[in-house]
């Protein structure tokens, strides 16, 4: 008798342990093979990122890739059928692509929208001085950065000049081994008694991010030898003139490439994780269809960092012709565009807003809801809402909807947690959730947790990035 309820009590308990929401380390149970493929996506990730630092590079470098897997510009179609590939640049810093589905697209579209701008310093309109025997760039932070999280670590210079015959040129220096690198200097110790009695927003002024690129004057120079040397080098290597730099999109960023972390290996330090862990799995979700039941988009944008305003930001308009396009050839041979269709096929929609999330960090706990936090290697974490102090800026999403996101990943078992970003008072941020809600669609954030969250240097685990992948294939393909 005694056995047996025994046995009765051991089943009751593993009933009642079901009731509990559980979320743990995936690298605990993971098959030899899982985590095979695990670090082997992660390798193919790491060598997007240091080729993707900007988002123009993210951009160009996704458009090369779609295009090998037959991509075409949606402006060469003039019609839309089941299995078509198409994309459109936004401005070039923006980029949306889709793959036709067997259903109307007026019946919705199944959406991964995710940011490819990172924080980063750009140069100001006039940036190049000379100061002391040694020139500099100006710069202005773009995003919430900690300003002095950027000196004393090797950067590189990344972007695009227009010079007046109207000519792009790419700037990339930095990056490779025989390459220099650019600096913002720090004040030493010995000196930096009133230094380190400011708060920490005080340490280095935005004024102060000037960027050490060069200490050789020009020889025989009228005026300002060493801003000159400058100059000459870029004249003579890129046709620029110092009139150019206000056509120019600039940026500074670390110099360092994404590296493994850890004697185990489980994690990636690297720049730009934010959101370049969540666009990737993104876009490469989207590679993995050819023919879906509905069609599905990755919608990459810019300039979520400052509010995503701009014409490449997920505010602009372009973003919505481009499925104002899809429907418009793929429900009628001349491309007519129906208003009332599209709102309704938009309201149909389902979308994941792929964006990272903080991980929870015990030595900043005091900051974190550690019941309500998302954890390194449990997977990727479901925001219902996001937003700060009483959800202010948030899209949030219907229980109904949460109830079939999480549905499908118990079907196609794939793990998953949930939380918020932190204690409610603390602070918060926002994502591109609420101006693609405001279209009517079904949206709710879904991304990777990251230790460090906006320094030059973040970090997520492997298995997060793997699994992530593996949720957003699950969602544009079965929601």
């Not at 809801?369 to 102090?389: F, L």
């Not at 996101?405 to 932190?422: D, K, M, R, Y």
Request: aromatic letters at 10%; hydrophobic letters at 35%; charged letters at 25%.
């Amino acid at each position: 008798m005694a056995e047996k309820k025994t046995k009765k009590s051991a089943k009751s308990k593993e009933k009642d342990n079901k009731l509990f929401a559980e979320f743990p380390n995936l690298y605990k149970d993971i098959s030899e093979d899982d985590l095979a493929s695990c670090m082997a996506y992660a390798e193919e990730y790491k060598a997007f990122l240091d080729i993707s630092k900007t988002e123009r590079e993210f951009v160009a470098n996704t458009i090369e890739a779609a295009e090998d897997l037959g991509f075409v510009d949606i402006e060469t179609k003039k019609t839309l059928k089941a299995g078509d590939k198409v994309y459109s640049s936004i401005k070039g810093k923006g980029l949306m692509m889709a793959v036709i589905g067997s259903q109307p697209v007026s019946t919705g579209v199944n959406i991964l929208g995710a940011h490819v701008d990172s924080p980063r310093l750009d140069l100001k309109p006039n940036p190049v001085y000379e100061d002391t025997e040694a020139a500099y760039f100006k710069t202005h932070y773009y995003g919430g950065i900690k300003k002095y999280q950027w000196t004393t670590i090797p950067l590189a210079i990344h972007g695009v000049v227009y010079t007046k015959d109207g000519e792009m040129h790419n700037i990339v220096i930095g990056e490779k081994e025989e390459d220099p690198i650019f600096y913002i200097t720090d004040l030493l110790p010995h000196l930096g008694g009133e230094q380190m009695t400011k708060k920490a927003n005080e340490f280095i002024a935005g004024e102060d991010l000037n960027v050490v690129i060069g200490g050789m004057p020009l020889k025989d120079a009228e005026k300002e030898p060493y801003k000159a040397y400058v100059l000459k080098y870029l004249n003579d290597n890129y046709g620029l003139e110092e009139k150019d730099f206000v056509t120019g999109e600039i940026e500074i960023v670390p110099a360092m490439k994404a590296r493994d972390l850890g004697f185990d290996r489980a994690f990636i330090a690297g720049y730009g994780h934010d959101d370049k862990v969540c666009a990737y799995p993104a876009v490469t979700a989207l590679f993995a269809q050819e023919r879906p039941h509905k069609t599905c988009v990755c919608m990459l944008t810019d300039k979520e960092e400052i509010g995503s305003y701009a014409n490449s930001g997920a505010q602009s308009v372009l973003y919505e012709n481009f499925l104002m396009e899809l429907l418009a050839k793929n429900s009628s041979k001349d491309g007519a565009f129906d208003l009332l269709l599209y709102r309704k096929a938009i309201a149909a929609s389902n979308m994941l807003s792929t964006d990272v999330s903080n991980a929870y960090d015990p030595k900043y706990a005091s900051v974190s809801d550690p019941r309500n936090s998302a954890y390194m290697s449990k997977g990727m974490k479901i925001e219902k809402y996001v937003g700060s102090r009483g959800k202010s800026g948030t899209n949030e999403a219907t229980g109904d909807f949460v109830a079939k996101i999480v549905s499908i990943f118990a079907q196609n078992n794939i793990p998953w947690q949930t939380g918020e970003l932190g204690k409610v008072d603390a602070g918060g941020g926002g994502t591109i959730s609420a101006y693609m809600a405001k279209h009517g669609m079904n949206v709710i954030d879904a991304g990777v947790p990251v230790w460090s969250m906006h320094a030059p240097y973040e970090v997520i685990s492997k298995i997060d990035l793997y699994y992530t992948y593996l949720a957003y294939k699950a969602f544009i393909e079965n929601i």
